[in-house]
């Protein structure tokens, strides 16, 4: 009885990882598809291509569950789209205006989430948004060169801190600490 129940936890074990192989396999597959047009030949090199792709997902983003909901990530797309366009005219129009209003500085953004892939993403979708660059960071937060360093950019930067903890928690909130469940 206990052979089977050992097979049995390897089973559940197997069966997430295999999925998450699959799902990876298949992305690496459409990504080869859309980078050849479709050219059957080109397959020669995708088949080994995809695979060793799939291969070094697993060996930089192992296998396991995800703390980020994946409609709660897509749901930030427009607002994150619609801000960087804001923000990009703002940039233009401080860089042509002829009085050159910006305030350039480091800001220290202290943040609530622990340190691993939201805290991560956080930094790069940081350093995407026009007049900020995520430079770094410590245990308090990030270390951000921002054009506008004042208390404005402050206060956005808390903003879409907190609408990326809402994307990977569990329950759709942060808990009472701040921090990402």
């Given amino acids: 009885m206990a052979g089977g129940r050992l097979k049995l936890k390897q089973q559940a074990v197997f069966h997430p990882v295999f999925l998450t192989v699959l799902k990876r396999a298949v992305l690496m597959a459409l990504v080869w598809l859309a980078l050849t047009g479709g050219d059957a030949q080109a397959w020669v090199y995708g088949a080994v291509a995809v695979v060793c792709a799939t291969a070094l997902s697993l060996i930089l983003l192992p296998a396991g569950p995800r703390p980020a909901r994946v409609l709660r990530l897509f749901a930030l797309f427009p607002g994150f789209l619609m801000r960087s366009i804001v923000g990009g005219v703002d940039v233009a129009w401080r860089a042509l205006h002829p009085r050159l209003p910006v305030s350039p500085g480091w800001v220290s953004q202290k943040t609530s989430m622990r340190d691993g892939p939201a805290r991560s993403l956080f930094g790069a979708e940081t350093s995407l948004l026009p007049g900020t660059l995520s430079a770094g960071c410590d245990e308090a937060g990030l270390k951000i060169h921002c054009l506008d360093a004042s208390e404005r950019t402050q206060t956005r930067l808390a903003a879409e801190e907190k609408r990326l903890a809402r ?10 600490e701040g921090r990402v469940s």
Wanted: proline share 0%.
């Fill in 167 to 176: 994307a990977f928690s569990e329950d759709g909130d942060a808990n009472e």
